[in-house]
C-alpha cells in the first residue's frame, strides 16, 4: 500500500512536471506572439509582401513591438496586412509611420518595419491604417547587382583598351609625352593669340563700319538710311527692268534679223552674202560715176544752152 | 509461393492488429475502469521511463548542437544555432526519437509480459475467474503508453533544448537569457502543437503493438522473446510511418 502510494506520487510529480513545462512552452511562445497581453491592431496596404507569414514579428526603431496577425489580399496590387502592436509600444508609434517588408539579417525570417514618418502625427489607435514604403527585394537587388557587374566587366574592359592606347607612344597621349612638344604647343599658342588679336581689330573695324551704315554714312549707309535714295534705287531697278524687257525685245528682233541674214533667202542675204552681185554693184558703180560725171559734163553745157538759160537764171535771182 | 505466404501472412497479421485497435476501442469506453491498474502501468511506462529519455535527449540536444555548429559557421549563421536546434528537437527529433526509445523500452517490456502471462495461460485464468484481461491488461498499457509518451517529448525537448545550451557554450558564448530568448522567438506554435499530437500516436502505436504482439504469443517461452522482439520492430516501424503521415498532414494544414 505505501509502495503503492509513493508510485502515485512519483507518477504524480511526474506528470505534473510534464504539463508545467507544457504549459510553460506554450506560454512563452503566446507571449512571443502577444497572445497574452493587450495590443491594438493596425493595418498597412503593401503591394508585395514576400513571403511574409502571419506570425512574423513587427519591428519599430529595431524593437520587436508586435506580430503579424493576418494578411489578405484587396486586390491584384494590394496586399493589406494587419499587425498586433502591443498597447505598452503602441503610443511611441505615430500614424505617419511607414511600413515595410524586410528580413531578420541576410537569412532570417521576413518582419515588418515600421518606419517614423516625416513631419508629426498623433498616436496610432486600434483600427488605424498606416501608409507603406516599397521594400528592399533581395531578389531584385542580386538583378540589379548582376546588372552592374555586367557594367563594370565592360568598363573594365574599355578601361583596359585605354590604357593599351595610353600606352602606345604612336597616339596622341604618346605625342604629349615627347619633350618637345612643349615649344611647338607653346608657339602655336603664341601664333593663336596673335591671330586672335587680329581678329579681334578685324571685328572692331566690322563694328566700325556697322556704326556708320547704321548711321547713315557713305554710300551703304544713305542706301540703307535714306528713303529718298532706297525710293530712286526702286525707281531705277524699276526702269532697269523695263530697259531690260525692251533690250530683251530688241535682242530677240536682232536675232531673228541675223538669222533671216542667214538665210539664203531675200534682198537682204543677197546683198550681204552675194559676192559676184557686190562685184556687179561696184562695177555699175564705177560705171555710174563715170556716167555721173559725164551727166555733169552734159548738164553744165545744158545749162549754158539758150534753151534753158533763162530758167536757171530766174532761179538764181530768187536764191538772192 | 514462400512469398505469397509471406505477404499473406503480413495481411493477416495487418488485419489482426487492425481489428485488436478495434476492440481496444470498444473497450476502452466501457466500464469498469482499471484506475489503480492504468496508474501503476503510467508509473512504469512513464515515470520509470524518464531517466533513459532524458540521457538520450540530453546527449541528442547536446550533440546535435556540436554537430551543427561547423555548417552553420560555414555560412556565417553561428548565432542561428539556438533556433536551429529547437525547431529541430521540437518538430522531430525530439518526438521521433522519445517514441523509439519508449518502443524499445516499454514496447518490449509489454510484449514480453503479456507473452509470458499468454504462455503461462495467466490469461486464460483472468478469463475463468471473471476478470476482462483485455481491459484490464490491454486497455489500461495502451492508455498509459498514449498518455506518457507526450509527456515523455515535454521533457526530453526540454532536456534536449538545454543541452543545446551547453552545446553552443562548449565554444561560444552565449547567455541563457540570450539562448532562451532565440529559441523562444523563433518557436511558433505550429512547430509544437503538430510534433506533441503525433506523440499521443507515437504512445498509442507503442502500446497497442506491445500488447497485440504479448496477447497473441505463440510456441511457450521461444514466443516471448519474439513477441517482445517482433514488437519492438514493428512498433519502431509504425511510428516512422505515423510521422510521414503526420508531416503530410502537417504540410497540407500548411504548419510547415
Redesign the interface.
Known sequence: MAE?RS??S??GL??L???V??VL??Y??????DLFSRSITISSDLREVGGLRT?N?VRYAGIDVGTVDAIEIINDTIVRVYMNIRMDDAEHIRTNALASVGTDGL???KLVNLLSGEGSGTPVSDGDAIRSVPSLDTDAMIRTLDRTNGNLAAITDDLRQVSARLNDPNNLVGMLTDTSMGGVIREAVYQLNAAAGNARALTEGVNSIVADVEGGKGALGVLLADDAAEADVRRMLSELHTASDTLGLAIGRIDRFSRSLESDKGLVHTLVRDTALANDVQRMMTRLDTTTLLLNEDLRALQRNWLLRKYFKEKEKQAK | MVRSQTVRAFVEEVGDIASFTGRFFREVFRPRYEW?EL??Q??IN??RS?PLVAVTAFIMGLVLTVQSRPTLER?G?ES?LPLMVAISVVREIGPVITALICAGKIGSSIGAELGSMKVTEQIDAMEVSGTNPFKYLVVTRVVSTTLMV???V??A??IAIYASYIGVNIKGSVSWSLFHQQV???????D?LPA?IKSFFFGFAIGIVGCYKGFNTKNGTEGVGQASHSSVVVASLVIFVIDLIAVQITDILGYN
Do not use: C, H, W
Not at chain 1, 28 to 33: A, I, N, V, W, Y
Not at chain 2, 184 to 190: G, N, Q, R
Open positions: 503503492e508510485q502515485r512519483k507518477l511526474f506528470v512536471g510534464g504539463t513545462l507544457l512552452a506554450l512563452l511562445m503566446g507571449t512571443r506572439k506570425g514579428n537569412i532570417g525570417n | 489503480a496508474l501503476r503510467s508509473f512513464g515515470y524518464l555560412f549563421a542561428m507526450p509527456v515523455l515535454v521533457f525537448d526540454a523562444f522567438d523563433s518557436l511558433v506554435f505550429a509544437f506533441f
